[in-house]
């Protein structure tokens, strides 16, 4: 191959500046516009919220990069490998998506998704997540307080817990072909824990939408308990009288309680809540009882034995 | 080329290729650390892939001689030595990503995981017993030991093969179907030594060849 030497070319000969710049604004237009056209239309994922209120809870920890929050997954609609949801999330489509809140309340309703968006001023709340695999991470998420929901609805007096449910569609879930869980996905929370301010009702992250492996549309955030109480993809809220059949529970009643508040000193059957590996970091921590929100949400067990009640 | 008594330097090219192909699994480990390709959790993907190949040449190390006696083709047998070593250096790898990179020498936690985690004793328990086995496996123990004591000893791969599997499938949190392929692998390899045991038990031994072959069997491990 022939290299020419800079004193070789002429000064003509060089593509000026201008010119390969214009032309990769445009291959990257198309790119951009080729992408856009396959997402559903609405939203589109990765789109930036406009206006974002810092929420007053923010831990001031290091966020995890958000190649890892969205590479890094528990979400076994999309398989059980963590990678699985970045890779197969795909099909899940986000819009239009509605959400049915009924049950025990005296205005039952469905909401749309974007009805959802208005509803309340979207807060960034920078979160520690805690999975019950010992591992962590600080994740800043978009969404308001669960509570501001809810009392749209009005609890009646009966309604004394709260059922989340994910979407149940094999077609877009792939996951969901198989039996590893009993599907849908439910969780539960009782209803003093979901009217807690710092239960999130979570549309985003890192000041995007959320991502579809992340639970895309709609998910809660209940930082204070291991991650899988923190249901994903919701299709419906109902109140009920009766502490709900949940998930995991059901899957492994002695491994994952219905409480699964992050307890370091109630170990999993199988291995240790002591500590736990921050992603990215090499040591392990140690793991903080309520996973750091003691403060906030210990009252709401007062007098309760938390190691039965794990 | 007779398959069943191929030339010596075919056999011998066998081994340098089994040899390779062996070692890519941690080529592509490091190649993978260095390209920082790992995932969020290197750790994790380091533990569970090591883990994962110890199991693998378990389970090919124990196909060894079923291959070899169903095909006819004794030279496999040469293989076998290698495949274990390889299944106790992925071990010992495993071993010491979870007592290093993942405990970093903290005695205390890693003492409290052998006695109180049903997997991690097992899967511990497994790798001790490994190293007998890897430390018995060159000519001059196999000699000291003879024939016999050797077999004997080096039975214990059974156990450690069903520990293996035990370990994967206690540390799983749900989703059970590779440690169960594991599973189903190695209990048929045991079966079929089980089911061969007995039919040769019932067939009678010509007695004269018997302490010929035994006697012929000291100088390099027999298939059991």
Known sequence: MLIKKASDIRPSEITPSEVFRDRRRWLQLAAGASAL???????????????????????????????????????????TDKEDP????????????????????????????????????????IYRLRCVEAWSMVVPWVGFSLAELLKRVEPTGRAKFVEFTTLLDPTQMPGQRGTVLDWPYREGLRIDEAMHPLTLLTV?????????????????????????????????????ETQPETT??????????????????????????????????????????FNGYAEQVAQLYAGMDLQRYF | MRWNQPPLAFVASARLAVFSASLVPLALLVHKGLGDALGANPIEKITRTTGWW????????????????????????????????????????????????????DWMSIGKDILKRPYITIGFTAFVLLI???????????RRLGGKGWRRLHKLVYVIAGAGVLHFAWLVKKDITEPL?????????????????????????????APLARKRRQASPPGS
């Open chain 1, 37 to 79: 056209a396959l997402l559903p239309r609405g939203l589109a994922a990765a789109e930036k919220f406009a206006d974002l209120n810092p929420g007053a809870y923010r831990i001031d920890e290091k966020p995890t990069p958000y190649e890892s929050v969205t590479t890094y997954n528990n979400f076994y609609e999309f398989g």
């Open chain 1, 86 to 125: 970045a890779k197969r999330a795909g099909s899940l489509r986000t819009r239009p998506w509605a959400v049915v809140v009924d049950g025990a309340v005296g205005k039952p309703r469905t909401f749309a998704i974007e009805e959802i968006l208005k509803m309340a001023p979207l807060e960034e709340r």
């Open chain 1, 204 to 240: 985003g992250l890192y000041g995007e939408v959320l991502p579809n492996q992340n639970g895309a549309p709609i998910r809660i955030v209940v930082p204070w308990k291991y991650g899988f109480k923190s249901a994903k993809s919701i299709v419906r809220i109902r109140l009920t």
């Open chain 1, 248 to 289: 995991w529970n059901l899957a492994g009643p002695k491994e994952y309680g219905f409480y699964s508040n992050v307890n370091p000193d109630v170990d999993h059957p199988r291995w240790s809540q002591a500590k736990e590996r921050r992603i990215g970091e090499f040591f392990k921590r140690p793991t903080l009882p």
């Open chain 2, 54 to 105: 110890t199991l693998f040449f378990l389970a090919v190390t124990l196909a060894v001689t079923p291959a070899r006696k169903l095909a006819g083709w004794p030279w496999l047998g040469r293989l076998r030595r290698m495949l274990g070593l390889f299944a106790f250096f992925y071990g010992l790898l495993h071993f010491l990503t979870y007592f290093v990179l993942d405990q970093f020498f």
């Open chain 2, 132 to 142: 007998p086995l890897a430390a018995t496996s060159t000519d001059g123990m196999i």
């Open chain 2, 181 to 209: 392929i594991f599973g189903f692998a190695v209990a048929a390899l045991l079966g079929w030594r089980a089911v061969d045991a007995c039919s040769n038990a019932a067939r009678p031994t010509p007695n004269p060849t």
